[in-house]
């Protein structure tokens, strides 16, 4: 199982970012697909969330409205898109494929290396 992460960088605040994560070695349309996020010195939290087929969608209450997470089961990729950036939004960014069916905060079995996002003027 592989996780790869990519997309992040050093943005000004209300710029946006497409993360991509690529995902080889297991059924990729099996799996519920999870982004989280972790700030220096900080846990780490749950971002967005999306199911195996229907396409239903978790997001936390700090991004609603501003990220989309979306998959695409050919490419075997889901990707994380933020709009309006900010500040607060600094972290490095991991996505995790979960054991449960359902979203759920329960940590995932696998994770990438992360991508670091950085928003500052």
């Known amino acids: 199982v592989q996780l790869v992460e990519s997309g992040g960088g050093l943005v000004q605040p209300g710029e946006s970012l497409r993360l991509s994560c690529a995902a080889s070695?297991?059924?990729?349309?099996?799996?519920?697909m999870t982004w989280y996020r972790q700030a220096p010195g900080k846990v780490r939290e749950l971002v967005a969330g999306?199911?195996?087929?229907?396409?239903?969608?978790y997001y936390a209450d700090s991004v609603k409205g501003r990220f989309t997470i979306s998959r695409d089961n050919a490419k075997n990729t889901v990707y994380l898109q933020m709009n309006s950036l900010k500040p607060e939004d600094t972290a490095m960014y991991y996505c995790?494929?979960?054991?449960?069916?359902?979203?759920?905060?329960?940590?995932?079995?696998?994770w990438g290396n992360g991508t670091m996002v950085t928003v500052s003027s």
């Open positions: 995790s494929r979960l054991t449960t069916p359902f979203i759920s905060t329960i940590p995932g079995d696998y």
């Open positions: 070695g297991f059924s990729f349309s099996d799996y519920v």
């Open positions: 999306i199911t195996r087929v229907s396409g239903s969608t």
